[in-house]
């Protein structure tokens, strides 16, 4: 350009020199008549006024542009305005965005997207403004334009995969997760998100690369991170089993087990294998070490079935053998209540329910109670008694998860209704938040899911 400009002016400097050689070699005069005026000159004179006129001409014209200069630096100042005023419609939008108005949100988004050259910036907000007003086309396409952007691409894939979710589409949900992981392992609720997908879709070997990078990464701590192995290398047993491989079963289960003995799950799983593998010590060892921790119905039947012991008397001893590591456990007298009202003791029984209950018997004490009325001397007053009792006693030990509260029949390792892994724990209502601590039971509300090791 200045280049250009240079060889430009050097050619008009050239025609003007070889213009006056021309001039000066072919003299002559030059008159003028106007009005009774006469002017008598030669070229040369004629010219230098010529050039004198035009430098006049350009002087003229700086001197204008100078004066006038001011609407030039207002135009300047407009493209600046311009800016700032688009920075204040996505404030406003973001602001909107905030306070849930979408269709407010949305006026600003275009505003914005007409003021400010930076789609990355604007984008964001119309994607908010469009999940706002319910139009999810439009905010698929905010959320897709958002990958193309370096910046933005992992916001934009959180945007998609809260989408995919909601619009029950699991696998896209965890591939775009799977990007999100390898953008950002570090951050916490896509380790959470990956991991509990990868859950649900049943893939428990990468849920286990995903937890071990959550776990030195920090993203989850070590203890965690042990129960949920613990769970995820349960479910591992399972496949094993159903693959025909009992002994890699086995394995799976017994390090489940050594992680934490203190999931139920883990004790039934190496408990039940044992069994079915003939090796009843080594079963009846399991059951005893879990029932210390953690007793469930569930041990006390495999317990049973461990000992091949069918003399109802006979199982009594057997049970009492089990409850010894925990005897004062609510599971130790109902274990004990019934194996005697199996046994026909009516007595053993009712005072193993009536420690039990103690002053507000729950559902599960109030039911064997009336079984106990029933057999004993089939006194239906009292049968009828027990079961209005039962009715409206306190609730009783389930399984229940601890992010979403819902209620199970059995265990399983995702909970069916929040998708959440390892969530589910044997305990009564109203112990619902005082097993997490606050900050993480916040987190659970969100995307994340992540279990607490106590209980289940
Ligand atoms: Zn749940």
Request: hydrophobic share 45%.
């Amino acid at each position: 350009m200045t280049t250009l400009r240079i060889l430009f002016w050097f050619a008009i400097a050239a025609a003007a020199m070889l213009g006056a050689v021309w001039l000066a070699e072919r003299p002559g005069t030059l008159t003028a008549e106007w009005q009774g005026w006469r002017l008598d000159t030669n070229v040369g004179v004629v010219l230098i006024a010529i050039v004198v006129l035009i430098l006049v001409g350009i002087a003229a014209w700086l001197l204008y542009r100078w004066i006038v200069g001011a609407p030039f630096a207002l135009l300047e100042g407009w493209g600046e305005s311009r800016r700032q005023r688009g920075y204040r419609e996505l404030t406003q939008g973001l602001a909107a965005v905030a306070a849930g108005d979408g269709v407010e949100a949305q006026k600003h988004a275009r505003k914005a997207e007409q003021l400010l050259a930076e789609p990355a910036l604007t984008l964001l907000l119309s994607a908010q403004a469009a999940q706002l007003n319910g139009d999810r086309d439009g905010a698929r396409r905010a959320f897709d334009a958002m990958l193309k952007d370096e910046q933005m691409a992992f916001l934009g894939l959180r945007g998609l995969i809260g989408q995919s979710l909601r619009d029950g589409d699991q696998t896209k949900a965890l591939g775009y997760a799977e990007r999100a992981f390898a953008l950002r392992p570090q951050t916490p609720w896509v380790v959470h998100s990956l991991f509990d997908m990868q859950a649900q879709a049943g893939q428990w070997k990468a849920a286990q690369e995903t937890l071990d990078s959550g776990i030195r990464r920090k993203v989850v701590t070590a203890d965690k991170g042990r129960a949920l192995k613990a769970l995820l290398l349960v479910e591992r047993s399972r496949e094993a089993e159903r693959g025909g491989s009992e002994s890699d079963a086995q394995v799976l289960a017994r390090e489940a087990f050594a992680l934490a003995p203190e999931r139920i799950a883990a004790t039934t799983r190496l408990a039940e294998l044992q069994i079915k593998a003939g090796d009843a010590k080594r079963a009846t060892k399991t059951l005893e070490r879990g029932w210390a921790v953690a007793p469930h119905p569930d041990l006390a039947e495999l317990y049973l079935k461990a000992s091949g012991e069918s003399e109802p008397l006979k199982r009594i001893g057997v049970i009492r053998r089990l409850v010894t590591r925990n005897a004062d456990d609510i599971e130790s007298h109902l274990a004990l209540a019934k194996a005697s009202l199996e046994a026909g003791l009516w007595g053993e029984a009712r005072r193993q329910l009536e420690t039990a209950g103690g002053t507000s018997p729950p559902v599960r004490v109030c039911r064997l109670m009336a079984e106990v009325e029933e057999r004993a001397n089939a006194d239906q007053a009292k049968v009828h008694e027990w079961l209005a009792r039962a009715a409206v006693a306190p609730a009783d030990r389930s399984w229940s998860c601890t992010a979403c509260g819902a209620h199970h029949e059995t265990w399983r390792s995702v909970c069916e209704s929040c998708g959440a892994f390892g969530t589910l724990q044997w305990r009564a209502p109203g112990t619902y938040g005082q097993i997490l601590p606050p900050d993480l039971q916040a987190e659970l509300q969100g995307t994340a899911a992540l279990p607490s090791t106590t209980g289940a």
